[in-house]
């Protein structure tokens, strides 16, 4: 087995020492850092995968996501080193929808979908429907991504997205909700592209947006 | 049809009847009740499930007004119970949020362990808490008061929990989660316990009076106490739900051994109100749940709350348990109970009928088949044919109660469509 398929198989068994210390190892003998970052994007696609089979549940998500951000972290300071970048593979605006203010969630998705390979601009809890369209506007993301646990949630996202309608951008962006009280009925009530109930489906589902478009 | 007040709906007919002979509604609900937890066939399936944005809302009150002014919190209260007739409402005026926590430090005092067990906005503004955000406080007057919870131990700190869970609580977790109470022991400290004290009273005498005022709607007063599961104190109130799932992986003897030391506590409160017939209810809101793998729910969080329940079911007690999220993958453990052990609450199971509804029937009483969203963004008829189809499949049986996944109907839900529910559930229930 390459320490390549090693390493991504010890984040998919949640080996957390055993990830960290390959990530060492691979940096210590000059692997480029980058192809530790790809790796990284074939682990958030393979969670995926995962919890899609029933093999993989929140718990899972959040280990995984918390051994990709140690990952990154131990990854970072080399790449600046080295006068390297990572070449996004999408821009992803999230937000936790107005009247809510829950984000375990949302901190998911953030974890996983920059492990993935994305450049997300988190603008936090709370969001008003005026915040997301001037978030658009500004950073012309691929992705929008609506978070919200409570029921109310809903109505928030169907007002965000008629606000997004009314500023002509609709067909500027994918739009993702996602959190525990959507499902398909909130999606038509909504005009969201795609919901999900976990954050590792949602970056199934991104991927496969971006997938085509660029790397 | 009920323009011409000659054929009236359904929905009507019990408006009508709650108000005119209130004693005979509420024994008969209490009745269906009743059958439904004891697994036969009720005359009629119970309603259960309305409530929350659309409750407040309804007759023009916000959530600050539910939240800190008792007197239009009650009007809320009563003219959605007048206007949306239900069998098992889960009421909570003036509102209240997760607050196990204090019921569990306070679990030696049963006179009022069960009285603390919901936060409530009065009490937030005294002890300041950290775990919950209020409307006209943290949040504007219209937002729904969220629970937040957070971290307020260290993963070092498990050792104390174990050793002294209710001290732990008092002298560690209490200063750091509710900076109103001040300095342990100082005279804000023991001045804020006393304000604490007066202002459950108000609580207390309110909802007393309110009960009465329901009981002359028709709704049967039935007692309840609380429970909790043991691995959801720990994420609630602790460690935040995503220490507790790394706790599960990094510090697995420490969670373990910190469930067994709160299951005494836990049933301390659970007994404070000691079982009475026909029917004594405890209440348990499961969180982590659906979080959980098969493995770390069998080995975490199933073990310590099964402890919970069968001792209470063993002390006379039906159970009441609200399954958040989605439990399909952990229905079966549910059969290791003994029959007719109470009410499983389902929120969004995969497939109601075939995940939830086939495994249990016959054991466990079941409440839920209804989407939420299907009421706020269906029609009648679209509502109306599910009801039938889902009552169809159900009624005969028996052991089933109707109702929404969670019962936070918002603001905007048509109220056509919650009387379409109600008049379906009529028509179809019997």
Redo the contacts between chains.
Sequence with gaps: MSSSEEFVNAILELEEEKALKITRERLEAGEDPLKILDDLKVVAEKVGEKYEKGEFFVADLVMAGEIMKEVSELVRPKLKELGKAREPIGKFVIGTVEGDIHDIGKNIVVTMAEAAGFEVIDLGVDVPPQKFVEAIKQHNPDVVGMSGLLTLAIESMKKTIDAIKNAGLRDKVKIIIGGGRVDEYAKEYTGADAWTNDAATGIRIMLGWVGGKKV | MSLMGVNKEPIDVLIERQQKEPETVAKERLDIILKAVELKVPSRVPISGLG??IMAYYNGKTWYDVCYDFEKAREAVLSFAKNFPQDFPFILAPYGLEGFIFALAFSDFPDFSNIIRFLTGPVHDIIKDKWS?WPGRE?REH??P?F?GGEFMKPEEYKQLIDDPLKFIHDVVFPRACPGLGKPKSPQWNGTLIRIGLTLQRVASFQGALFQELGKLGYPAIPMTSAYSPADIIGDFLRH??GA??D???HPDDFKAACEALIEHILKVATAIPPTPPLTISFIPLH?N????PK?YNEFYWPYLKKVILELVNKGYKMFIFF???HT?HVDTILELPKGWGVAWFE?PRDFIKDVWEKLKGHTCVMGGV????L???TPEKIEEYVKNLLNQTKSEGGFILST??A?????TPKQNIRAYINAALKYGE
């Design positions: 929350g944005d955000r949040l937002q729904h969220q937040l739900p995503t799932m790394l599960m992986r990094r982590l659906e979080m959980l793998s770390l958040e999220g989605d993958p969004r989407p939420t969203n299907l706020v963004g269906g996944g969670v936070e109907l918002p603001k905007e």
